[in-house]
């Protein structure tokens, strides 16, 4: 492809060379370069890729995208004001604009954007479509499954991802996008279809400093990601959430669609036991009746919000209630281990998730609720004391534990959510995760219900800059086979 249709559309604030050259590739990382190839130098938090501009040049590149005039390199050049908001453009012109191709959902909101993507993903095959998701537990489609190392992937690797799936005929691709992907700029040239955003409490505060500025974020996706798109666009909000509802009541869009109480898709009629939930939706649509395994009134709203963009779409009814009803839950949320006791493991690491997991099993247990959890390191440090008084609130045993310390003291983290902790609350400090989890099963009784919390699918603890294999749902098993209860 010609250097100038590789730039087609993006902001140039000058151009040198010769922009007719042929261009084979497109790398922003120098040491992936290959010859004829795009490098574009990107300004990161902690590198700068102006910086290794004459690496990729020695390796073989052939243009440069750059945000800086360079002075003495003998390669085309396109000066722009900001290269992470091009890259987004530039990957989609020279994928050839996959996203036009497919009907694409981007699903943004604190919680529930995993379980949701899972239910479209079930949605979408019961109606007899090729469907890719990407998001937080990996990027999958027709049996093939990648890494997620980021929930949203940087964009021009999103570009790749979606020209794979296009290349291997899938209609439909669900997406979670995460306040750092749309501040990044990484869905920059996506042309989505649907915007949903499910909810918004306390959450990556350490990279957005304030809850305004986080909401901010969030909003993008409705604000500007929809008004780029070149489709017919839906944004589709929960209007319980009063500052979801403001954004979406003022989404840039073609048609707006929201749930809740008093949203458009509202519930007539629920119920709700250990074996999962009953519920009779009214609709724009009609009324759609609906039975899923999942538990619990956060799920309620993932559903909703799964119903919602389904109906959007235009898919049957039929193949939404059989979508629904065939889910049997997302790996490491809410995940059933054992019953009598009753052992969860749950991905739940906000204050808000954290507290409705616990209400939920509160209701669910006879005996005691037991709860061991940590806090992320070198993450948003506010939200420690929070987790802290809401686990002593609503548990009766608080196990305090490591999650991913990362560069961080555990013991100092374990200090700060200790703060947080009601007076009278029963306690414990243990500060290595696998003797956590084993102490808490130790403890329990049949009636009781253990929580693990935090981490969910992951299979790997951050120590330092190591990641140690450790899986929740496998430390389980092995206490309760210690215990004689596998």
């Known amino acids: 492809m010609r250097f100038e249709e590789v730039i087609k559309g993006i902001k140039i604030v000058e151009a040198c060379g010769d922009l007719t050259l042929n261009i084979e ?26 910086l290794f501009i004459k690496e990729a040049l020695n390796r073989g590149a052939s243009a440069l995208l750059v945000e800086r005039r360079i002075e003495g390199v003998n390669v085309p050049y ?47 095959k019961k109606a007899g479509f090729e469907v890719g998701v990407i998001g937080t537990i990996n990027y999958r489609w027709n049996g093939i499954e990648k890494e997620a190392l980021n929930t949203t992937p940087s964009a021009l690797y999103l570009q790749q991802l979606l020209d794979e799936m296009r290349r291997a005929g899938v209609k439909y691709v669900v997406m979670e996008v995460s306040s750092h ?50 489709k017919e666009t839906w944004a589709i909000y929960n209007a ?25 898709i509202r519930p007539l009629s629920f119920k709700e036991n250990k ?22 009134l956060f799920n309620l709203y993932n559903l909703m919000a799964a119903l919602g963009v389904s109906l959007a779409l235009g898919i049957d009814k039929e193949a939404i209630k059989e979508g629904i009803a065939g889910f049997k839950g997302v790996p490491g949320r809410m995940e059933k281990i054992k019953e009598n006791p009753l052992v969860i493991v749950d991905y739940a690491h906000t204050p808000d998730a954290l507290e409705k997991v616990l209400k939920e099993l509160k209701k669910l247990t006879s005996g005691r609720l037991i709860v061991v959890f940590g806090c992320g390191g070198e993450r948003d440090r506010t939200k420690r004391p929070l987790m802290g008084r809401i686990a002593s609130r609503l548990a009766s045993l608080v196990v305090l534990t490591s999650d991913n310390p990362r560069g961080e003291d555990p013991v100092r983290i374990i200090e700060e959510i200790k703060q947080g902790l009601l007076e009278g609350v029963p306690y414990l400090i243990i500060p290595d995760r696998r ?19 935090g981490k969910g699918h992951e ?23 210690e215990r004689g209860w596998s």
């Open 25 to 50: 590739g497109i790398s922003c990382d120098s040491r992936t370069v290959e010859p004829n190839c795009l490098f574009v130098a990107i300004k990161g938090e902690r590198n700068d890729g102006h």
């Open 275 to 296: 074996e999962g939930i009953w519920t009779l939706f009214e609709t724009p649509w009609g009324e759609v009746e609906v039975t899923s395994p999942l538990v619990g």
């Open 240 to 264: 319980d959430d009063p500052k979801v509802k403001e954004v979406g009541e003022r989404a840039v869009c073609s048609k707006r669609l929201s749930f809740g109480k008093e949203g458009d």
């Open 181 to 230: 992907a749309l501040v990044q700029k990484r869905v920059k040239g996506c042309h989505f279809d649907v915007g949903l955003f499910t909810n918004i409490s306390p959450e990556h505060l350490d990279y957005h400093k304030t809850m305004e500025e986080y909401l901010r974020a969030k909003a993008l996706l409705f604000e500007e990601v929809l008004k780029e798109s070149e």
């Open 459 to 481: 299979t790997y603890q951050i120590i330092g800059n190591e990641r140690i294999p450790f899986d929740d749902r496998i430390e389980a098993k092995r206490a309760l086979e």
């Open 78 to 124: 396109v000066l722009v004001e900001d290269t992470k908001a091009a890259l987004g453009q530039v990957a989609s012109n020279f994928y050839g604009h996959p996203s036009k191709e497919m009907r694409l959902i981007g699903i943004t909101g604190t919680n529930g954007k995993t379980t949701t993507t899972y239910l479209l993903e079930s949605i979408i």
């Open 435 to 453: 003797e956590a989890i084993k102490e808490a099963i130790r403890r329990a009784q049949k009636e009781d219900t253990v929580l693990i919390a």
